[in-house]
């Protein structure tokens, strides 16, 4: 098949991660390139799969911390991947072979970074500093079913926190 032969070998590929779905035999998704117009529609959109044994080497390989952070719906990532084709459905796909969290680390980096010049450059970084706070709350009001397990946990939390106030049930 053509396309088989023009990809042979793993290649890396830039998208971002859409219809993030974990199931028991992989984790299954779409990798998008949105439009340049900001169209919520994408121009491109190809499956990908993630097969257990892969993610299993993946997370031996860059750690649960750098796979968790890049496998998120809506994240731009950068993936090496295998192209598959499906001659009977006349579908092409991707398998999943490696992550690169640099990449998605560097791009949330910059995003903050851009975001926080902003927020400076109209003095918003520092607004939450010249609010006043209010008087500290000696009464809590809480909303739940009697005898819950939402109320004992809460009521405990507050007590070893060391709240001197009531509870309002």
């Known amino acids: 098949m053509a396309v ?3 990809y042979p070998s793993p290649i890396w ?4 991660i859409s219809g993030l779905a974990n199931r ?22 190809i499956k ?6 892969q993610q299993a080497s993946i997370i031996k390989r860059r750690g649960e911390a750098a796979y968790n952070e890049v496998m998120q719906e809506g994240l731009r990532v950068r993936m090496l991947v295998q192209v598959a084709v499906f001659a009977d459905r006349g579908q092409i796909s991707l398998n999943i ?11 949330l ?4 970074e851009q975001l ?24 809590v009001g809480l909303i739940t079913a009697e005898g819950s397990r939402a109320y004992s946990d809460f009521v405990d939390q507050l007590t070893q926190g060391g709240f ?6």
């Open 4 to 6: 088989t032969q023009a």
């Open 13 to 16: 590929v830039f998208g971002e």
């Open 24 to 45: 028991q035999s992989g984790v299954f998704l779409a990798l998008t390139e949105p439009k340049e117009n900001g169209s919520e529609v994408s121009a491109l959109e």
């Open 48 to 53: 990908a799969t993630l097969w257990r044994s």
């Open 97 to 107: 072979l490696d992550i690169d969290p640099a990449f998605t680390k560097g791009a």
């Open 109 to 112: 980096a910059l995003a903050r």
């Open 116 to 139: 926080l010049k902003e927020l400076r450059a109209k003095g918003l970084d520092q607004a939450n500093k010249q609010l006043k706070l209010g008087d500290f709350p000696f009464q």
């Open 164 to 169: 001197g106030g009531t509870v309002l049930f």
